[in-house]
């Protein structure tokens, strides 16, 4: 029976170290995870020992588990992951079966028998999916490659959770028929399959369609807890793991039209019982253990972590996936689960591991969970050396350009990076208006249907010099990058820019605090979705209360302007005029500075003939910070003026001699 008073003092206990954790933390620029395990490192039995009932904790984290797979199953769907069904069958596999072999090659080397070497390979091949997909979510690349190769991966370990635990009797040689576990699991899955088409196709969706006829809140919010934590009993009672059972809600309810409103009602809760988790898992630190054998202890974290980014950066590789995005998944999946810990427990009952390689195995875990944030958030920067060395073509999958040159006749073209709904409908429209075009896009299979189709498209990682260079960047008119990366465009529009300064770049992002970063590296032109978003909602509701057309464009452009212009410097006249020349590839806009000593200082406009004689049109005068536009034959040119432009190559070449040289 719990007591009240202790089960609060331990509470208090919690949130307070946390609190001063976290404060700290955010001082030195420490990821919040971190900060949880600290806190639970201090509370716990090995620490001060402030914490009487841990197993309150324990139970607070697992409800934290649930909340935080069942909001990330509510931004998949199963379109999503039957796209994915590369990565979850055959990279899942090579992951788990490679961790598994080598790990219990080593295991077996170092002297464990047999069994207790395979049930190590079974306890170091599993990650934990609630940190990395934790973090990739704080970072906004939950929608990324890399993120997407991670949570395959992760999905297909959970998936295999249920066989390990079947298998642990047989291995320990207690004599159980094989084929009762083969049963057992057979029906497991399959009443599991049953269940979401129950719910998928007829259960949910009446339900979901009832409740918010009702226009309750706290109904809707009852009935989303119930929804998840039903879904999530019913899968473990099965066999299968809480965190899976918990995604698979969230998948459920993202097939509904109202997983806006339960992914917003759920995130209070995921944000609270998530710490505890954090917290749980630092408890189980035992920095005694670390003192006593910290060079064993040292090599193994530092084994375990390159055995297993080694291993899954070649899985992804196995799956075609490009070389960076290999690298960065593989670096997320160099940590081991949480998974980890339940399936010791199974197995201590089978005695395949004493009590001190519990404690040592279990030190090493959790210290690769601590250490996990800041290998992905390194990860970028080690994926940028790896990408940069001289390796064998077989290893740069998506770095380097396909044989051959697509954009080799293209002059003033679009270049498009990323091919998912906005590469797709920018694409279209391209094609529509008649602009050259080439699309990069890092899904093989989606490339190889859409090379089927006729389309300008090829597979390779735009972050890389030499694919932006396949595409024709040097001759590039625009710049669209669409994609879900937000470092991967960073790293896109530098590398860019600095091929072709001339390129219009474009980007399209998530948050507006990405706005100044992007715009520092050399965008020029930014789209944030969650303002775009927005600015839609209003047009949209303006157009309910039957506004005029011309008011709704005007409040949206005011509104736009208004909102962007507290994140960025207003643009260049060159890079507003350059917009002409976009749809006029044959012209060039140019800016002439008149020297001292030049003969067009001092005189009228229409005294140069700039027109008739040169075939040049003058659309704007920058004179000091003031912008004249679309001067008149009167106006007087001064020493100093910087004279903008437009005109074909070889005539502005005449003009600016003249101007700069003299000669009038």
């Not at 598994?100 to 295991?107: D, F, R, S």
């Not at 009852?222 to 099965?238: D, E, P, R």
């Not at 080690?382 to 697509?406: F, H, N, Q, T, Y």
């Not at 044959?586 to 040169?614: C, F, H, M, N, W």
């Amino acid at each position: 029976m719990i007591q009240v008073d202790a089960f609060l003092f331990d509470i208090l206990i919690v949130l307070g170290l946390s609190i001063l954790v976290l404060f700290l933390g955010n001082k030195f620029r420490v990821p919040g995870i971190v900060g949880f395990i600290l806190a639970g490192m201090l509370a716990g039995p090995y620490g001060l020992g402030l914490i009487q009932d841990q197993e309150i904790i324990r139970f607070l984290s697992e409800i934290g588990v649930i909340f935080l797979l069942f909001s990330i199953g509510m931004q998949f769907s199963f379109r999503t992951l039957y796209q994915m069904k590369k990565i979850v069958l055959l990279g899942g596999a090579l992951q788990v079966g490679l961790t598994i072999l080598a790990a219990a090659a080593l295991a077996y080397w170092m002297g464990f028998p047999l069994p207790s070497a395979i049930f190590l390979g079974f306890l170091i091949c599993h990650t934990s999916t609630t940190i990395t997909l934790r973090v990739f979510q704080d970072r906004g690349e939950l929608d990324s490659p890399h993120s997407r190769t991670t949570l395959g991966i992760s999905l297909f370990q959970d998936l295999m959770s249920v066989p390990m635990i079947l298998i642990l009797p047989i291995l320990s040689g207690q004599g159980i028929r094989p084929g009762e576990y083969a049963i057992t699991l057979e029906v497991a899955l399959v009443a599991a399959l049953v269940l979401v088409l129950v719910l998928l196709f007829y259960l949910l969706p009446r339900l979901m369609d009832t409740i918010t006829r009702t226009r309750s809140q706290e109904l809707f919010l009852l009935t989303i807890l119930f929804v998840c934590l039903a879904i999530t009993w019913i899968t473990s009672s099965i066999g299968l793991s809480l965190a899976l059972g918990a995604f698979l809600a969230g998948l459920l309810l993202a097939e509904t039209p109202y997983f806006h409103q339960a992914f917003a009602t759920i995130m209070p809760f995921r944000d609270i019982f998530t710490s505890f988790f954090f917290i749980s898992i630092g408890m189980l630190l035992n920095a005694h253990i670390l003192i006593t054998h910290p060079l064993l202890i040292l090599a193994l974290i530092a084994g375990a972590i390159v055995l297993k980014a080694v291993i899954a950066g070649f899985s992804s590789l196995a799956i075609r996936q490009s070389l960076r995005t290999s690298v960065l998944a593989g670096l997320a999946l160099a940590n081991i689960g949480e998974f980890s810990f339940v399936l010791i427990l199974a197995g201590i009952e089978f005695g395949f591991l004493n009590e001190l390689s519990i404690q040592v195995f279990l030190t090493v875990a959790v210290w690769t969970m601590a250490i996990s944030p800041f290998l992905i958030s390194a990860g970028p920067r080690i994926s940028d050396r790896i990408c940069a060395l001289p390796l064998p073509r077989a290893l740069r999958v998506g770095s380097e350009p396909p044989p051959g040159s697509i954009a080799q006749t293209l002059r003033d073209h679009l270049i498009i990076v990323g091919y998912g709904p906005n590469g797709r409908n920018l694409a279209r429209v391209a094609e529509m208006e008649g602009i050259p075009y080439i699309v990069i896009d890092m899904n093989p299979d989606t490339v190889a249907e859409e090379r089927k189709k006729g389309q300008p498209i090829f597979f390779g990682d735009a972050a890389n010099p030499s694919i932006l260079h396949h595409a024709g960047i040097e001759h590039a008119r625009i710049l669209a990058i669409v994609t879900n990366d937000p470092f991967s465009s960073r790293t896109i529009t530098a590398t860019a820019r600095k091929i072709n300064p001339g390129v219009h770049i474009l980007i399209r992002t998530r948050f507006l605090r990405e706005i100044d970063q992007l715009q520092e590296i050399g965008a020029d032109e930014v789209i944030v979705d969650e303002f775009e978003t927005s600015i839609e909602v209003i047009s949209r509701v303006m157009r309910k209360y039957l506004a005029p057309r011309m008011a709704i464009d005007r409040a949206t452009s005011r509104i736009r302007g208004d909102m962007y212009k507290l994140f960025r410097q207003p643009p260049s006249v060159q890079g507003v005029l350059s917009e002409i020349a976009i749809r006029l590839p044959q012209v060039e806009i140019q800016t002439l500075e008149v020297v001292q000593g030049s003969p067009a200082a001092g005189k009228k406009l229409k005294d140069l003939r700039v027109r008739t004689e040169y075939g040049v049109s003058v659309i704007a005068v920058e004179r000091g910070e003031e912008v004249i536009p679309n001067p008149d034959g009167e106006f007087l040119i001064f020493e100093g003026d910087h004279i903008i432009v437009i005109g074909k190559p070889a005539q502005l070449a005449t003009f600016a001699s003249l101007i700069e040289r003299g000669g009038l």
